[in-house]
């Protein structure tokens, strides 16, 4: 399994309560929250690529 890649965002205290918040209703981490949503947004656009076959 590929290692997740990780970085740091700044993000407004009211929003970061918010994500909290939703996180929380949906059992998930903040961490599994963000993934989530921008997973979700990547697949409407219509930019989620392709997973690649594993390699033999």
């Given at each position: ?7 740091v965002?700044?993000?407004d ?12 209703d949906?059992?998930?981490s ?9 997973d ?6 219509g ?9 033999s």
């Amino acid at each position: 399994m590929p290692k997740k890649k990780s970085f740091v965002i700044r993000i407004d205290p009211d929003t970061m309560e918010a994500l909290e918040k939703w996180a929380a209703d949906e059992f998930r981490s903040v961490n599994g929250q963000i993934e989530w949503l921008i997973d979700r947004a990547l697949k409407e656009a219509g930019r989620k690529p392709k997973k690649k076959p594993p390699e033999s």
